[in-house]
């Protein structure tokens, strides 16, 4: 199992990730959020009242998030409490803080153009193809990708 960690930044503030490539998950910090979302200025003690709140509500969410290793500012590898995507997405929705509200539009945003593209499979072609571009694909790998092949479960045409 390999994991390596990274720094993503969040409108110019860090949050703290890993990558498990046996699970082929990232997992962020979820205090590094919770500083991001609510500006708190103790973002572990808001995230150890948090994490009382959801267990005495019965939120399994807190209950599946584990602890990875990740850089502490100090240099060391410290435990962290971490949440993969879906985990973190369901937390941010708990987070009562005005700072929360544009990244839960935004959650809101990407889940109704996510339902379109299933209703119609189209509209997920074209996403795809923009997420190529935007990744810096050449239109000729693009083009080339999208050829039909025998047997191919995951061409675009």
Partial sequence: MTKFNQIKLFEEKKVR???DDAEEK????IVDVCSVL???KDATAY???LKQRLKAEGNETVTNCHGLKLQAADGKMRKT???????????TQSIPSPKAEPFKQWMAQVAAQRLDQMQDPELGIQQALADYKRLGYSDNWINQSAEPTQG???CFV
């Fill in 26 to 29: 990232w997992y962020f910090s």
């Fill in 47 to 49: 995230w150890r009242k």
């Fill in 81 to 91: 409490d971490v949440a993969d995507t879906e985990q973190l997405f369901r937390l």
């Fill in 38 to 40: 609510t500006e708190s």
């Fill in 17 to 19: 990730a890993v990558y």
């Fill in 152 to 154: 191919c479960r995951t």
